[in-house]
């Protein structure tokens, strides 16, 4: 009786694990952060810390200098490209700045031991981001989004006896899993219709007749809508500024670029594909104009509702929405074209976008720190009390507005430029813009008049800013003016990624 042959695990060679080197430097760190604990006498806190930062640092540079663009690997389930590569880049880069905002703002909120939990979410939720930004295959888009998504329901709650943090991770909770839903009864269309689980099958499945294209273009919209939960897309928007103002403010900030980033570069990796499939005559236009309206309305309703935000983790939600948008409206030319310039638009407003959010989050979270509070009316005479860090905190807002000359203004008129480039009906877009930047100068600069213009008696003392705040703050303040005085370089540097 002849024996069965034996079967031999398949162990991956170096050439396919090396696009992937930040990813397993990530998972890597969160098996060490579950052990440090163990080697620590007390239970301190900072080791814990220390060990996230290095493997950040580890995976950014990882990222750039050992990860290689290798097309698809792992049987179509996951895919190296320079934009990929680039966005996981700035993402390890950004959450390696929420890790020293932590040490520099929101460390002595958090009880003793507690940070091996909410580091290993932290990174577990990058790593599902990062995953987010490389597949286009239907069964890793859901494990990916629900990767970057249960640890962000938990970070947003994670201070337990906080009555408003537990009703964020609630909402949270119930937003995200109702979207999730609804993207797996998409997800099992698509997946009906071409036979695969490989997006790219179901775009070159040619229609049996008009039902099956109904049936697409609903799979379709039920998948932007849990890709669109991540990014706060009007109207599933709604749990975005209650889970900014319930969480910490920390992850309100990791949350306003990483969950957006993600969602934004695996809805461009699949919009992408629907330019280029079999059924882009017929589903191209259709899915540009509905994400072009979206993104319009998004950053029209975001930008007007806060107008009446007295509270400045709201304020800024509704301003990370309202960018959101703005980046949706540029991303039906990755379906009609130009491809890559619109690609390229949108990474770097994604990387001026995380130095600006970074840094006015970073002066909140002092200022949260030194007892003012989260209200506008707390930054009352901030001008006189912390001058530099008033001023940085001003760059960063004429920076969202879009005012010259900081990044913000060339990230926003290179998208503006763009759409106004493609002609026809996509100058709008540019108008409708352009309205949502004036209309944004107006909630802008109450934060401003309220630190220069406004006094109180009871906020006359100083705001002490620690050395390593002060520097985050600095070091954002001078990238926003740098990117714009070498935009140039900016722009080749993306570009060698995207072309």
Not at 258 to 266: F, H
Not at 393 to 398: E, P, R, S, V
Request: proline residues 4%.
């Amino acid at each position: 009786m002849n024996a069965a042959p034996a079967i031999s695990p398949f162990i991956p060679p170096w050439y396919i694990l090396r696009p992937f080197a930040g990813e397993i430097i990530l998972i890597c760190t969160i098996a060490a952060i579950l052990l440090v604990p163990f080697f620590t006498p007390r239970k301190s806190n900072a080791p814990c810390a220390c060990a996230a930062l290095i493997g950040l640092l580890f995976a950014f540079y990882a990222q750039l200098h050992v990860g290689a663009a290798s097309g698809e690997l792992f049987n179509g389930m996951l895919i190296s490209d320079g934009p990929a590569v680039y966005y996981k880049a700035i993402l390890y880069l950004f959450t390696a700045g929420i890790v020293l905002m932590w040490f520099a703002a929101t460390s002595n909120q958090m009880r003793q031991g507690d940070a091996a939990e909410f580091f290993v979410l932290l990174l577990g939720a990058t790593l599902g981001m990062a995953l987010m930004s490389e597949t286009s295959n239907l069964l890793m888009i859901f494990l990916a989004l629900e990767l970057a998504s249960l640890p962000s329901y938990v970070l947003a709650g994670f201070h337990k006896t906080e009555r408003l943090g537990a009703e964020a991770s609630l909402k949270y909770v119930l937003f995200g899993s109702a979207c999730s839903a609804i993207m797996i009864f998409g997800l099992s269309y698509l997946y009906g219709i071409g036979g695969s689980l490989q997006f790219a099958d179901f775009l070159h499945h040619t229609p049996v007749d008009k039902s099956e294209m109904l049936l697409g273009m609903v799979g379709l919209l039920c998948v932007l809508a849990g890709v669109g939960f991540k990014i706060a897309m009007v109207p599933l928007h709604f749990w975005c500024p209650d889970v900014f103002e319930g969480a910490g403010i920390d992850i309100a900030a990791f949350l306003s670029v990483a969950s957006k980033g993600a969602g934004l570069m695996l809805l461009m990796r699949v919009m992408g594909m629907i330019g280029v499939g079999d059924l882009a005559a017929e589903v191209a236009g259709p899915v540009g104009i509905i994400v072009g309206v979206l993104g319009a309305v998004t950053a029209t309703v975001a930008n007007a509702a806060a107008l009446g935000q007295t509270n400045v983790k709201r304020l800024l939600a509704y301003s990370s929405i309202a960018h959101a948008g703005y980046m949706l409206c540029v991303l039906p030319l990755v379906v009609s074209g130009p491809r890559d310039t619109a690609v390229q638009a949108i990474l770097i407003y994604l990387t001026v976008y995380m130095f600006m959010n970074l840094g006015a989050f970073m002066v909140a979270a002092l200022v949260e720190r030194a007892g003012a509070g989260t209200q506008i009316a707390d930054y009352a005479g901030l001008g006189r009390r912390a001058p530099a860090m008033a001023v940085c905190m001003t760059i960063f807002l004429f920076s969202l507005i879009g005012l010259p000359p900081l990044a913000g203004f060339i990230a926003k008129l290179n998208v503006m430029w763009l759409l106004g480039a493609a002609g026809s009906g996509w100058w709008i877009l540019v108008a409708i813009i352009a309205a949502n930047t004036v209309l944004s100068v107006y909630y802008y600069a109450k934060i401003i008049r309220a630190m220069y213009f406004t006094t109180s008696e009871a906020k006359a003392g100083s705001v002490i800013v620690n050395p390593l705040g002060a520097g985050i703050i600095a070091i954002c303040s001078v990238m926003l003016v740098m990117m714009l005085i070498f935009y140039a370089t900016l722009s080749r540097v993306v570009a060698h990624f995207v072309m």
